[in-house]
T-cell receptor, first 112, second 115 residues
Framework: DAGITQSPRHKVTETGTPVTLRCHQTENHRYMYWYRQDPGHGLRLIHYSYGVKDTDKGEVSDGYSVSRSKTEDFLLTLESATSSQTSVYFC???????????FGPGTRLTVT | AQTVTQSQPEMSVQEAETVTLSCTYDTSESDYYLFWYKQPPSRQMILVIRQEAYKQQNATENRFSVNFQKAAKSFSLKISDSQLGDAAMYFCAYRRGNTGNQFYFGTGTSLTVIP
């Protein structure tokens, strides 16, 4: 258990509404990541953070924004949710050796 | 962008038998890491095994071992003495060496273990 929690674990929302997902870590790691998982695509990186207020885009960042005001929290925001953003979202942190990544339990988001 | 290919969407194995899951990747880098992750129905992503590209010796973790063929860019996972608890989705992943932060994942192989 890498000390990563995600909230909420499940959410159903309507198209056009804003949604914020939270990732919380207790490991004090510098790097944090947001991925989405879709059938036939594996996991794809949305955004990542390399420190407080330091973030960068991944390969599927359109429609998403992130913020990191504290080392332990990394927020993913969908400003105006669309049905194409229905997915399972995973947060991850680097392991102690910084080689591997450890994942949170995931958030299933459904946009109707 | 790097690509990771898992050509077997589904595999099955009899309990106590051995199964090999395939993975190929594309990179021009010489320094990188490869991983296998397991995702059971609980949805939790669990690290199974890691291989450093600079190491010639194949990684082993209990019943899990890899066959790393650097020239062929192949990274297969062998599960020996398969158990019912091994049933899961398995993802192969690539990460560039020390300067790389992004992981690239394959599309996964769903493993069924038959009692």
């Amino acid at each position: 258990d890498a000390g990563i929690t995600q909230s909420p674990r499940h959410k159903v929302t309507e198209t056009g509404t804003p949604v914020t997902l939270r990732c919380h870590q207790t490991e004090n790691h510098r790097y944090m990541y947001w991925y989405r998982q879709d059938p036939g695509h594996g996991l794809r990186l949305i955004h990542y953070s390399y420190g407080v207020k330091d973030t960068d885009k991944g390969e599927v960042s359109d429609g998403y924004s992130v913020s990191r005001s504290k080392t332990e929290d990394f927020l993913l925001t969908l400003e105006s949710a669309t049905s194409s953003q229905t997915s399972v979202y995973f947060c991850a942190i680097n392991g102690a050796s910084a080689r591997e990544q450890y994942f949170g339990p995931g958030t299933r988001l459904t946009v109707t | 962008a790097q690509t990771v290919t898992q050509s077997q969407p589904e595999m099955s194995v009899q309990e106590a038998e051995t199964v090999t899951l395939s993975c190929t990747y594309d990179t021009s880098e010489s320094d990188y890491y490869l991983f296998w992750y397991k995702q059971p129905p609980s949805r939790q992503m669990i690290l199974v095994i890691r291989q450093e590209a600079y190491k010639q010796q194949n990684a082993t973790e209990n019943r899990f071992s890899v066959n790393f063929q650097k020239a062929a860019k192949s990274f297969s996972l062998k599960i020996s003495d398969s158990q019912l608890g091994d049933a899961a989705m398995y993802f192969c992943a690539y990460r560039r060496g020390n300067t790389g932060n992004q992981f690239y994942f394959g599309t996964g192989t769903s493993l069924t273990v038959i009692p």
